[in-house]
């Protein structure tokens, strides 16, 4: 998560107040070297160096879900203390990314958010506006030519014959959702999102996420071998997982009265009997 810090001096004098530079994270390129700055362990401005070791790498990927960033990949280690810290461009002196998280069960894979998307937010965050995020109920995947050829050469195969194209195919599309409001159908494979072509659930996750919510959204699919074009109105993602939230919350709560409804009642069965054999006692 970000959040915008207002700092105010009691003099009102900011004038010393140093100031770092953001750079341009969309001129990075893999092996620019980088470093790392922040307090791993509580040991105060540690800076441990690296590369750009990849870009643009999904939430998915990362295993972060839900969270609608593109990351920078960096071998630059990156320990508890330094979320939140900034990644530097070594050769320019600039900011060009936050420090976020590392991969589990593997070294020298850190991941940062690209400041570009910082700075794309920073000034709805500090005038206090959400930031939504588009959202349609869908899991995709990426699909190519030999991965729809080795599907269709198996007879038994579950999915059926699917498209020997390159596109994003729906796995699965999730009810009560914009998705199943337009009619979209799980082997539906994607190629145009808003006029725009894809070949990769990235692509597609990426022009989804910077949909406007609540405005009618174009998608050429492939389906039964003839292309079909649908119209999905996005939901904003922050409001879909708050409803999720709420509904486990609440689904949480009836399973509470229930198991204390349940023990009430057989508390009051097992009074009710040990007074049933009191009373047949000569």
């Known amino acids: 998560d970000i959040a915008v810090l207002k700092i105010i001096f009691e003099n009102g004098n900011n004038s010393k107040l140093p100031v770092a530079e ?7 390129q893999v092996g620019q070297f980088v470093v790392a700055v922040g307090s791993p362990g509580g040991l105060d401005n540690t800076v441990t160096m690296g590369i750009i070791s990849g870009l643009k790498r999904s939430s998915e990927v990362v295993g972060l879900m839900h969270k609608k960033v593109d990351f920078i990949q960096t071998d630059a280690a ?19 990314g936050i420090n976020t998280c590392i991969r589990a069960n593997m070294e020298g894979t850190s991941f940062a958010v690209p400041i570009n998307k910082a700075k794309a937010i920073v000034r709805d965050l500090a005038d206090g506006k959400h930031i939504s995020h588009g959202y349609i109920g869908v899991s995709m ?3 190519t030519p030999d991965l729809a050829r080795q599907n269709n050469a198996d007879p038994n195969s579950p999915n059926g014959v699917i498209p020997e194209t390159n596109g994003v195919v729906i796995t699965r599309v999730y009810p009560k959702t ?27 996750q990426r022009l989804i996420d910077a949909a406007n919510v609540g405005q009618m959204l174009q998608l050429k699919v492939i389906r039964s071998g003839r292309e079909v074009v649908l119209n999905v ?23 509470m009265k229930n198991l204390k409804r ?7 069965e097992n ?12």
Do not use: W
């Open 178 to 204: 914009p998705a199943e409001d337009a009619g979209l159908r799980r082997l539906d494979v994607v190629i145009e999102i808003g006029g725009k072509r894809v070949e990769r659930a990235d692509d597609a």
């Open 271 to 282: 009074v009710e009997r040990h007074l049933r054999e009191l009373q047949t006692i000569p």
């Open 22 to 28: 953001f750079g341009d994270s969309d001129e990075l």
């Open 78 to 96: 990156i320990n508890p203390g330094n979320s939140g810290g900034p990644l530097v461009d070594v050769e320019k002196g600039t900011i060009i």
């Open 141 to 143: 995947a990426s699909l």
């Open 262 to 268: 349940q023990l009430l009642y057989g508390l009051q």
């Open 233 to 255: 109105t996005p939901e904003d993602l922050s409001y879909k997982l708050q409803k999720m939230k709420e509904e486990r919350r609440k689904e949480k709560e009836d399973q």
